[in-house]
């Protein structure tokens, strides 16, 4: 019955993430960069939200991709949980690669990235 529960879980998150709102915070001429405010969650302060880039030209491949990030707003770092990349624009086309599995490493978010930028805006509405 556990196994049920999470299979379940699992494709109401894939599901969520198919549906989602995209809401466009930057863009650097190279990528855009969006993300999902239905999805962004607080707990003990971390943020986690599902951020979509999508790419002006190919790299490696890969158009576009989505992740699961998680944001530690006192300690200003950050990890991905999950992600996918798309061989076309806007997580349409062939899955190119994925990671399931979360990162146990936090990387610093750099001042000036747009995981600082995403970070502190999400840390500033939820803290």
């Not at 863009?27 to 969006?34: H, L, S």
């Not at 899955?95 to 840390?123: F, H, I």
Request: net charge positive; charged share 25%.
């Amino acid at each position: 019955m556990k196994k049920i529960g999470l299979v379940i879980l699992y494709w109401v998150g894939i599901f969520s993430v198919a549906q989602a709102e995209w809401v466009l915070y930057g863009d650097n001429g190279k990528a855009a960069f969006y993300y999902d405010p239905s999805s962004v969650l607080l707990k003990n302060n971390r943020v986690s939200v599902w951020e979509m880039v999508d790419y002006s030209f190919p790299l490696r491949g890969v158009l576009s991709n989505k992740s699961h990030k998680e944001y530690d707003c006192v300690k200003l770092t950050f990890r991905n949980l999950a992600g996918e990349f798309f061989s076309q624009k806007m997580l349409q086309g062939e899955v190119v690669s994925k990671s399931q599995e979360p990162e146990e490493d936090w990387r610093s978010a750099v001042k000036g990235t747009r995981n600082y930028e995403l970070m502190t805006m999400l840390c500033s509405k939820s803290i």
